[in-house]
């Protein structure tokens, strides 16, 4: 209290933030021994290489002064008073209290420095990059408050520290696909804001594919016209969406204000479906061609041996090269079709024409090399630019001036490194395609199938090979969007996967924790909730049915998540809380309810809440007689969205099959829906409690249903279970035929197996 009444009645300013600054000292060091201080409050990411905690603190105020030694410090002392508020535009020089951006020469380009003392927090760096990710550490350093919207405070106190700190990878990236699924300007910019308070530095965005051209190229309006909307065949249309140049020029000038170079990625020779619709002549088949928002392997690709591709190409890319000031431009070069290739006299021509004999590669893939040498020759020598390509430009040979992006097989791009090659390393079996499964799938919205956890993609070692070391330049996390119908899903897809991304970028391998990174991902998380992010929460896994049903006494539930955090429950209807009780190593119920169980992350965030139905089933349900042999199959035209559609349907197919296999996923197209419902009877074997599983929309069993799939489950049947008497019951399957999600539902098998 005397302390306290020092600091009130003293009219000496300076005195009083002096006693405040001793006073929390004392309370935070005599409250956090063994260095708890430490490990609690400062919680950088990336991790710096040299981080240096110091006695003291500094304190942030209105009478806070904020200078600079150089012209350019002007652009950062207003970026770090927009972000603290309280620093007066008008605020009287403070040399007891102040922020210096400082400019000095012996630091490297992206190099930083901050050294603060009680007095003083200085940030220095030789150049604006450098400054600015040393602005972003500091930022860092201030509570996850700063952060939200509505939060704002009258002083903020900084733990004294000393940190220098700088890149271990030049490359720093991610890949957002905004072709299959479109964002707009402003959800782009948001992202590229996260971006930069990660020092992640490269925005590789993905223009053109099968599914949509998704930028306006004056010379060639039809691209936009035709190929920036696509029919879903689900009675709706998805665009038009995309970019007008001005678009992009706001992108990249936000972009330019942190730090982010925008690489635009226009595909070639492959996934280039959107360019034939409006040019089909570009084409070995001549299409006519349609937009589909349709996700799969496209046969039809751009014609080869046609001068006119050549001259289309030249045109787009000369337009793209003056819109964007990146020194790459990407050409993909990835999974492209030779099928029609082989059939083309104009590809066989131009093959005859360059003497192209099998042998290692074949004639097709060494026309694809040609293809490509062109390009690339054109992007070097006209545009001055540099070529980016997927690691299947290497086969037939490539310029070494070609930079390979590495997807497939980790190995393909060490190989390319010991070739002289400069690699960006993007490996999807090492986790970094970010439209793969990071939890269990029973319980992950749809995705690509593989598994990406945030601990692979964080311990992922960029350069195994010391051979190799010097060529492999980055690493870039892919954001696929096939599955990704909004930002919102993008989001939950794209963290806190990015956050692990940008910290192996950044670190080596003796800096990288993942315990510790793990502690300070909570104040990451904090500070992407305050800004309105919708980041990934593991959901409780480990049951895979979506109810549980047992005839004993009790039944044990016993659930986890990825990441191994706690996890609330409730039994009793309710929704479950932070304060709800915590779920147990072993749960053991002696009732039928509605289990609703939740994972806790820091900052009194939930994750969306899992429910599992628990049925008790004393009995089993009785056998009934089979009233007919063989399935019956009732067929209706038209498209059935939902479950409340079914009633309407009118059935022109009414007949007997002898198996499911009879009529199944070959007699269907998605171009033409329609409802399909089979129905009969199943033998059991023995009376006891089954799982049933499918992919179909609804499976009902002994007039029960069992599995209801309104949405796309990709990789992932649903399960059920029930207890059954031994004998026969019925069953009827409901099977859909259209596109969820951009996924035809005829490419599932239409069956269902028990066990």
């Known amino acids: ?298 046969e039809n690709v751009f014609c080869v041996g046609n001068e006119d591709v050549y001259t289309f190409m030249q045109d787009v890319l000369t337009e793209i090269a003056g819109l964007f000031p990146s020194a790459y431009i990407h050409i993909g070069g990835d999974e492209c079709s030779k099928k029609h290739w082989k059939l083309c006299p104009k590809c066989q021509s131009k093959a005859k024409e360059l003497g192209l004999k099998e042998g290692k590669h074949s004639v097709e893939e060494q026309l694809q090399s040609y293809a490509i040498h062109r390009i690339q020759d054109f992007i070097s020598s006209k545009l001055n630019k540099k070529m980016i390509g997927w690691h299947e430009v290497l086969e037939g040979g490539i310029s070494k001036d070609v930079t390979i992006m590495s997807w497939r097989d980790p190995q393909i791009g060490y190989s390319a490194a010991k070739e002289g090659y400069k690699v960006i390393m993007a490996p999807m079996p090492e986790g970094f395609y970010l439209c793969d499964y990071q939890g269990g799938v029973e319980v992950e919205p749809a995705a690509s199938g593989e598994f990406s956890s945030l601990k692979q993609l964080y311990n992922y070692i960029p350069t195994p090979e010391p051979d190799c070391k010097s060529n492999i330049i980055g690493l870039e996390a892919c954001a696929w969007t096939e599955w990704c119908p909004d930002v919102k899903r993008l989001e939950y897809m794209m963290y806190p996967r990015v956050i692990a991304l940008a910290e192996n970028a950044w670190c080596n391998q003796v800096q990288k924790d993942w315990t510790g990174f793990q502690k300070r991902l909570d104040s990451m998380q904090n500070r992407l909730k305050y800004q309105g992010v919708n980041f990934h929460i593991p959901m409780p896994e480990g049951v895979t049915t979506q109810n549980r049903v047992f005839n004993q006494d009790t039944v044990v539930i016993q659930l986890e998540n990825s990441r191994s955090l706690p996890m609330v429950y409730t039994i009793d209807g309710t929704e479950p809380t932070i304060h709800s009780t915590l779920l147990p190593n072993r749960l053991i119920l002696d009732h039928s309810c509605c289990l609703k169980v939740a994972t806790v992350a820091s900052g009194n965030l939930l994750s969306p809440v899992r429910l599992i139905d628990i049925d008790k089933q004393e009995k089993p349900i009785k056998a009934v007689q089979a009233s007919f042999n063989g399935i019956r199959l009732k067929i209706a035209d038209g498209l059935f969205k939902t479950d409340k559609d079914y009633d309407r349907a009118i059935f022109h197919t009414d007949t007997i099959i002898s198996s499911l296999a009879d009529y199944n996923k070959d007699k269907f197209d998605y171009r033409r829906p329609s409802l399909a419902v089979y129905s009969g009877f199943i033998h059991v074997s023995e009376t006891k409690v089954y799982t049933f599983e499918s992919n179909v929309d609804e499976l009902w069993i002994a007039n029960k249903r069992l599995i209801y799939n309104p949405t796309s489950s990709r990789f992932y049947a649903q399960k059920s279970q029930i207890f059954l008497e031994k004998g026969f019951h019925q069953f009827k399957l409901v099977f859909s035929n259209r596109l969820k999600e951009g996924f035809a539902t005829c490419w599932y098998d239409i069956d269902f197996k028990y066990y």
């Open 1 to 298: 209290m005397k302390i306290g009444y020092i600091l009130v009645s003293t009219n000496n300013k300076f005195l009083m933030k002096k006693y405040l600054i001793i006073w929390l000292v004392l309370l935070f060091f005599s409250s956090c021994k063994n260095n708890n201080f430490y490990s609690k409050d400062i919680s950088l990411i990336p991790e710096p290489k040299q981080k240096e905690l110091k006695e003291g603190l500094f304190v942030i105020d209105k009478s806070t002064s904020i200078y600079s030694n150089n012209a350019h410090g002007d652009e950062f002392i207003d970026l770090v008073k927009n972000k603290l508020k309280i620093l007066s535009d008008n605020s009287q020089e403070n040399n007891n209290n102040y922020i210096f951006i400082e400019f000095v020469q012996e630091l490297t380009d992206e190099e930083y420095i901050i050294d603060i003392s009680p007095e003083c927090a200085k940030i220095s760096a030789s150049t604006n990059t450098g400054m600015y990710y040393g602005i972003q550490s500091f930022f860092q350093l201030l509570p996850t408050e700063i952060d939200h919207p509505d939060k704002h405070s009258d002083s903020y106190y900084l733990p004294c520290i000393y940190i220098r700190d700088y890149p271990q990878m030049e490359y720093r990236g991610i890949l957002i696909d905004v072709c299959r699924h479109f964002f707009s300007v402003d959800e782009i910019k948001k992202q590229i804001a996260i971006m930069g308070s990660l020092k992640l530095n490269k925005l590789h965005l993905h223009l053109t594919d099968n599914q949509g051209w998704r930028i306006e190229i004056k010379k060639y309006p039809e691209l936009i016209n035709s190929s920036a909307i696509a029919e879903t065949y689900n009675g709706e249309k998805y665009g038009p969406y995309y970019y007008t140049q001005d678009d992009i020029r706001e992108i990249i000038s936000y972009a330019n204000l942190h730090h982010i170079e925008v690489i635009p990625e226009i595909e070639f020779p492959g996934h280039s479906l959107s360019a034939l619709v409006p040019f089909p002549h570009l084409s070995c088949s001549g299409g006519p061609f349609k937009s589909e928002q349709v996700f799969g392997f496209e």
